[in-house]
Nanobody, 124 residues
């Protein structure tokens, strides 16, 4: 069955870096748009970034632009989120998700499979 497994979360100080990974299985990874979302304590889950099937086109939230980089390795069925210059407001559970739709959707309803999430905590 479809499985998405995030890893790489942890505790980091302000200004630090983390690289999240999302390992996919049970579907043809290269044919799906992939995205990262996050949910901070007491807040709704929000879109962070999305990546085209080939990995050539990306989109991301303005607040992470220039700090976060989304990428994928279709040979390894894995997506990544490189997070640099982390801020306390980046603290959240980060989820990866897959979408069969065209474009780079930001709406959660356009993502049909989700991972279980990985915690990222940025201390001030």
């Amino acid at each position: 069955q479809v499985q998405l497994v995030e890893s790489g979360g942890g505790l980091v100080q302000t200004g630090g870096s983390l690289r999240l990974s999302c390992a996919a299985s049970g579907f043809t990874f290269r044919t799906f748009v992939m995205g990262w979302f996050r949910q901070a304590p007491g807040k709704e889950r929000e879109y962070v970034a999305a990546l085209s099937r080939s990995g050539d086109t990306t989109d991301c939230l303005d607040s992470v632009k220039g700090r976060f980089t989304i990428s994928r390795d279709n040979a390894k069925n894995t997506m990544y989120l490189q997070m640099n210059s982390l801020k306390p407001e980046d603290t959240a559970v980060y989820y990866c998700a897959s979408s069969p739709y065209l474009g780079l959707p930001r709406e959660q309803r356009r993502y049909t499979s989700w991972g279980q999430g990985t915690q990222v905590t940025v201390s001030s």
